[in-house]
């Protein structure tokens, strides 16, 4: 059991309060007033470090084509060391899907003693095993899985591209039950190649079928992409996230600080058109969460599924609180429903995780605001961010 105290914990409005905090594997106590317990907890005085909750990323694809137990090793400690504790791994790229049980329980114990956080995954729906496709995509949801991942196209071999008829047809097999989704893709019907018209006229078309079940869009870029969502979502369970690296990309002054293609600048030659737009979207707690979409590079893969530099998740949060925060005026409590609270609830795991109330898990974030934390972008250029994680 640990104890912390003079910690500053976030609040709904910009304020900070001074709290002490009583934890062990959960968060027990937390407190204006000293903690009294009749154990005697390690304390730990934080000197007036803010308190975050640990960040949730919806999709990583940490798992390739390559040395599963080494990497993951690897880039969940980048995810550790960035403020990043949970993870939904979507393993576009992984030569082995979650199609049934024993798929879960291998993944399970693939994780085991080679992740530094904690990892939830995506299942995929084996369209060949018709007409028990339905069923098992159910079993796997009902055993632990935070969803079922739709593609068009297919960005692995392994994984048999869906037609649009056969993902509606899906849905209104399984419509009575909770089941929750993520799509990533675009109309291939109508385009050969991806763009943002392509994956928006892809959503539409999901959504005319679409029963009760919550769907995740991964990955949106495109302004108008993100207004038609925030329209329609007041009459369906839909969400989407916004990737790090394109945030970043879109309001980094000096150099792109992802090291790759930002998606956000082939939206329109005059890009800045939606700068300002997209920062009010920021502002006002209309872009549902953020992504890093980090993982192992892949070969021969159209950029919507390939995944960002690992490397990101060490930056992203610090870049989020000293470039949306501190600089731009964002409400840390609006920065934290990106990062944090929404994602949890996207994966149906708030308020276990992405809270700092009594019965949440204990994984915290502490943050020195007075800090600096070198940074060298993708372009080289040296830009140090305001604010650390303190150690």
Partial sequence: ????????????????????????????????????????????????AILLPGAIDTHSHLLGSRDPHK??????ADALRGGWTTLAELSYH????????????????????????????????????????????????????????????????????????????????????????????????????FSFEAQNSAIKKLLRRMQENPIHIPRVASYPTIEFINTISKRSDISFSVSCADIMALYDETANPAGYSPEFEGLTPDAKEYKDLIMELVRTNKIYMLSNNAGQAEPGVAEIFQAAPSELMR????????ELWKKRKVPLATCLKMLSENPAKRLGIYPLKGSLDPGSEADFVIYDPNGETPYTNGNGVSQPLEGRHAS
Avoid: C
């Avoid at 968060?27 to 390690?42: A, G, M, N, Q, R």
């Avoid at 930056?315 to 000293?322: F, G, K």
């Fill in 71 to 76: 990497t993951l090793k690897g880039l969940t």
């Fill in 315 to 322: 930056i992203s949060y610090v870049w989020v609180l000293s």
């Fill in 94 to 193: 992984y030569p082995h899907p979650i199609y049934s049980l024993a798929d879960l329980k291998g993944r399970k114990e693939l994780i085991e003693g080679h992740s530094h956080v904690d990892m939830a995954f995506w299942g995929f729906v084996d369209i060949t095993d018709y007409p028990y496709h339905a069923e098992a995509a159910q079993l796997i949801w009902k055993k632990g899985v935070v969803g079922i991942a739709l593609m068009s196209p297919s960005p692995n071999s392994a994984l048999r591209e869906m037609t649009f008829t056969e993902i509606q047809e899906l849905f209104m097999d399984i419509y009575e039950s909770d089941t929750a989704f993520a799509f990533q893709g675009w109309d291939t019907e109508a385009n050969a190649e």
């Fill in 1 to 48: 059991m640990k104890l912390f105290t003079n910690a500053m914990l976030p609040t709904s409005s910009n304020a900070l309060k001074r709290v002490n905090v009583l934890f062990d594997e959960k968060i027990l106590k937390v407190s204006h007033d000293e903690i009294v317990t009749e154990d005697s907890p390690e304390l730990i005085d934080l000197e007036g």
